[in-house]
């Protein structure tokens, strides 16, 4: 089964920062997005150019500019709990060689919940960030089951995580209610650039929309229409016939990840169906632009 919406992502440079205010008037539990807005504006690791990827800093800043969904990418600890990190390995984003210097693996799936928890995966962003932790997938769920974002999990190197979908499954489906509420409102997704991983996911929650990463041979689009939702391929390879390709096979396409605005108008004029950012709030003043 189909349900439709979602998705998408990036990393910038320079760009100012300007917070996106929710107004007072919006009631909790209402999409993030203003309404006039029907583009699926999504916050790729968070809002990441404003505060260190895949943190609760940086959802927290997706939230605030009223992304539609926020992005995060989730592995398993050793000990088999979902975490969120976009490197299968520790060294860029935190200091585990000063934490851990003996240990000759950095790879997250070596490291227990308790070990992945020592870490500073702030400061290498930013001084004011020092402290942050890796979080978890439930505490990502907590922080945005109460806003009006949504979230699109990406399920990273899988095949280096037996089990992660059904584990990720399981946090989501721990919270009574979760699951058919953001469903329900469009605000839940997964994706992967491992296709079979979504077959699987798709297999043990058949309602959750499931998203495939990366480039869907035109030749493969209607199968993989048969199961799939979303195909959310690189900026680099879109075209309007390729997007009419995947509305022709019955899914949507998010893409990944747009930065600067002319392309983001680019994209828009193929008839994209949600952006994947690192600047919500750029893709919101876009898009207003347009109106
Ligand atoms: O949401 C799509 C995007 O996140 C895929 O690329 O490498 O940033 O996970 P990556
Ligand atoms: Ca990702």
């Given at each position: 089964?189909?349900?439709?919406?979602?998705?998408?992502?990036?990393?910038?440079?320079?760009?100012?920062?300007?917070?996106?205010?929710?107004?007072?008037?919006?009631?909790?539990?209402?999409?993030?997005?203003?309404?006039?807005?029907?583009?699926?504006?999504?916050?790729?690791?968070?809002?990441?150019?404003?505060?260190?990827?895949?943190?609760?800093?940086?959802?927290?800043?997706?939230?605030?500019?009223?992304?539609?969904?926020?992005?995060?990418?989730?592995?398993?600890?050793?000990?088999?709990?979902?975490?969120?990190?976009?490197?299968?390995?520790?060294?860029?984003?935190?200091?585990?060689?000063?934490?851990?210097?003996?240990?000759?693996?950095?790879?997250?799936?070596?490291?227990?919940?308790?070990?992945?928890?020592?870490?500073?995966?702030?400061?290498?962003?930013?001084?004011?960030?020092?402290?942050?932790?890796?979080?978890?997938?439930?505490e990502m769920v907590e922080q945005v089951?109460?806003?009006?974002?949504?979230?699109?999990?990406?399920?990273?190197?899988?095949?280096?995580?037996?089990g992660v979908e059904q584990a990720v499954?399981?946090?989501?489906?721990?919270?009574?209610?979760?699951?058919?509420?953001?469903?329900?409102?469009?605000?839940?997704?997964?994706?992967?650039?491992?296709?079979?991983?979504?077959?699987?996911?798709?297999?043990?929650?058949?309602?959750?929309?499931?998203?495939?990463?990366?480039?869907?041979?035109?030749?493969?689009?209607?199968?993989?229409?048969?199961?799939?939702?979303?195909?959310?391929?690189?900026?680099?390879?879109?075209?309007p016939e390729y997007v009419e390709a995947?509305?022709?096979?019955?899914?949507?396409?998010?893409?990944?990840?747009?930065?600067?605005?002319?392309?983001?108008?680019?994209?828009?004029?193929?008839?994209?169906?949600?952006?994947?950012?690192?600047?919500?709030?750029?893709?919101?003043?876009?898009?207003?632009?347009?109106?």
């Amino acid at each position: 089964m189909r349900i439709r919406h979602l998705v998408g992502a990036g990393a910038v440079a320079a760009v100012g920062l300007s917070l996106v205010a929710v107004p007072a008037s919006a009631a909790p539990g209402e999409p993030g997005q203003p309404e006039h807005v029907s583009t699926t504006v999504i916050a790729h690791r968070g809002a990441s150019a404003y505060a260190p990827e895949n943190t609760l800093s940086a959802f927290r800043v997706g939230i605030e500019q009223r992304a539609t969904l926020i992005e995060s990418d989730v592995q398993l600890s050793k000990d088999g709990v979902p975490v969120l990190l976009h490197d299968t390995t520790l060294t860029r984003t935190t200091n585990v060689e000063e934490v851990f210097p003996d240990r000759a693996s950095h790879f997250v799936g070596d490291y227990t919940l308790d070990e992945l928890k020592q870490l500073d995966a702030g400061s290498w962003f930013g001084e004011e960030f020092a402290g942050e932790q890796i979080p978890t997938l439930a505490e990502m769920v907590e922080q945005v089951r109460g806003s009006r974002s949504g979230i699109i999990m990406e399920l990273k190197s899988p095949e280096l995580h037996p089990g992660v979908e059904q584990a990720v499954y399981d946090v989501f489906a721990s919270y009574p209610g979760y699951v058919n509420s953001a469903l329900n409102s469009g605000r839940l997704s997964v994706q992967s650039f491992d296709w079979e991983s979504m077959e699987t996911y798709n297999e043990i929650s058949p309602e959750t929309p499931t998203g495939l990463l990366g480039t869907v041979p035109v030749e493969s689009m209607a199968a993989y229409g048969e199961w799939a939702d979303e195909v959310n391929p690189n900026k680099n390879a879109v075209t309007p016939e390729y997007v009419e390709a995947i509305h022709d096979a019955g899914m949507k396409t998010n893409v990944y990840t747009v930065n600067d605005e002319p392309t983001m108008h680019r994209l828009l004029d193929a008839d994209v169906d949600g952006l994947i950012s690192d600047v919500p709030d750029v893709v919101f003043d876009v898009l207003q632009a347009r109106k």
